[in-house]
């Protein structure tokens, strides 16, 4: 597994794009309620989809696609956190211990990392499958 590649393409950036416009399409749907926590059940779908898709992107090796995905997610999990603090101290003079309720532990982090590195394994077979049945196609 070459680092040098991983980082020269664009799939990481493309899939903390992806988190941070989703969060922020899912938080602006959200706020008129309440502030919430973003680290929800639907969080952890972001991150696990986010992962197939980079792992889809990334199809050369498991690792690569384990990898990238992982990266992904610890990338995005660190900029919502950020986004979340500069939108919460905007709206409430406060913000600082408001972000500290709604902000991410450790542990949230590092299972979305979990979640998005399987994600990321996940999209590795699933584009194989379908390299796979169009070979099979093919021969017949």
Do not use: C, W
């Amino acid at each position: 597994m070459d680092l040098n590649e991983l980082f020269e393409s664009k799939t990481i950036p493309i899939g903390v794009s992806i988190i941070v416009i989703a969060y922020l399409i899912g938080y602006q749907l959200f706020i008129a309620s309440t502030i919430i926590r973003f680290l929800t059940p639907t969080a952890g779908l972001l991150f696990f989809f986010t992962g197939i898709l980079v792992g889809m992107m990334k199809h050369d090796e498991i690792e690569q696609s384990i990898v990238a995905a992982g990266i992904t997610s610890a990338s995005g999990s660190i900029a919502i956190t950020l986004i979340t603090y500069i939108i919460v101290s905007m709206n409430d003079t406060y913000g600082y211990s408001q972000f500290l309720n709604i902000g991410p532990s450790v542990m949230d982090l590092l299972i979305f990392i979990v979640v998005g590195a399987i994600g990321g394994a996940i999209g590795y077979y699933i584009i194989r499958e379908i390299f796979s049945q169009k070979t099979r196609e093919h021969h017949f």
